[in-house]
């Protein structure tokens, strides 16, 4: 419940960035948020659509709905075709005559499949038969085929996503303090793999009479956004353990605003087939945010 009393209550903590004349107006702009955030989850192609995320081994994969095949898919014909992983991290398909796949929506015999971390801006190839699809992701030099089916029960039978009520106090603004040139973080991920991403500087904001830091990064070179990888005092109680995220814009005039109020569960916390990164010890927030 969203009351004046919590801006009054804000500013005293000095996070105060929502009058209380707009908490109607700022309400609204959430909720749009979070209708936003639930479909793009819920689209045909979106996270809840993942029904496999299949390792590629040096060689021949025979990739198919059949028990023979060393990658056995949940979904499609019972021998598809064979995946082929060659020593330079290539992955060549060669499609059965009967598998009725196409290759980018186009019918075709074969192709070298383009990754998702090769294919920058642009999108992986992706074979598709019947409502199923696949295309090739890297992670750390390891290929796979990840799996998607809009008619996976994950996506048909979704129930939809708790959340904590609107609070406009956890709208702050921090301070920007610019990191020095080449700083990075480290982060691990639930698959195992540690990546390094550029940090372009450190948030500070104080809560509870507290105060706090923050790293955000940047995951992908040329992002509008910055990204941010924590955890609280709820992970693992009322959100997912391994980490939480959230998206900033860039400083200006030395202050950042973190909406914590569009803080949200990563696609783990939906599906076993995703590879999201875990929070790392420098984003580990002491204090439970709700």
């Not at 450190?202 to 992002?223: A, M, N, Q, S, Y």
């Amino acid at each position: 419940m969203i009351r004046t009393s919590l801006f009054v209550a804000a500013t005293i903590l000095g996070v105060a960035t929502v009058h209380a004349t707009d908490t109607d107006s700022y309400k609204q702009s959430i909720e749009q948020w979070h209708t936003g955030r639930v479909e793009r989850l819920t689209a045909p192609d979106g996270w809840l659509s993942l029904i496999g995320l299949e390792w590629l081994k040096d060689g021949a994969n025979r990739v198919g709905s059949a028990a023979d095949n060393e990658i056995v898919l949940q979904a499609g014909p019972a021998h598809l075709g064979v995946a082929n992983l060659t020593g330079n991290g290539d992955v060549h398909l060669v499609l059965a005559s009967d598998s009725g796949a196409l290759i980018d929506g186009k019918p075709a015999h074969e192709a070298t499949l383009i990754d998702d971390m090769k294919a920058g801006d642009g999108t992986p190839t992706t074979v598709s038969f019947g409502t199923a699809s696949f295309y090739v992701i890297d992670r750390d030099g390891r290929k796979g085929l990840r799996v998607k089916d809009s008619e996976a029960s994950s996506r048909k039978h979704f129930l939809g996503i708790d959340s904590f009520a609107i609070d406009p106090s956890w709208r702050i603004e921090a301070t920007w303090v610019p990191a020095k040139p080449g700083e990075t973080l480290e982060m691990g991920s639930v698959i195992g793999t540690i990546d390094k991403y550029p940090v372009p500087g450190k948030l500070e904001f104080t809560r509870d009479g507290k105060h706090f830091e923050i790293l955000p990064v940047i995951e992908v070179p040329g992002d509008t956004q910055y990204f941010i990888v924590f955890a609280d005092r709820t992970s693992g109680k009322e959100t997912y353990g391994a980490a939480r995220f959230l998206y900033i814009d860039p400083p200006k005039d030395g202050k950042v605003v973190l909406d914590f109020n569009k803080a949200y569960n990563p696609p783990c916390a939906f599906t076993a087939f995703a590879t999201c990164p875990l929070a790392p010890p420098e984003n580990r927030l002491d204090l439970r945010v709700t």
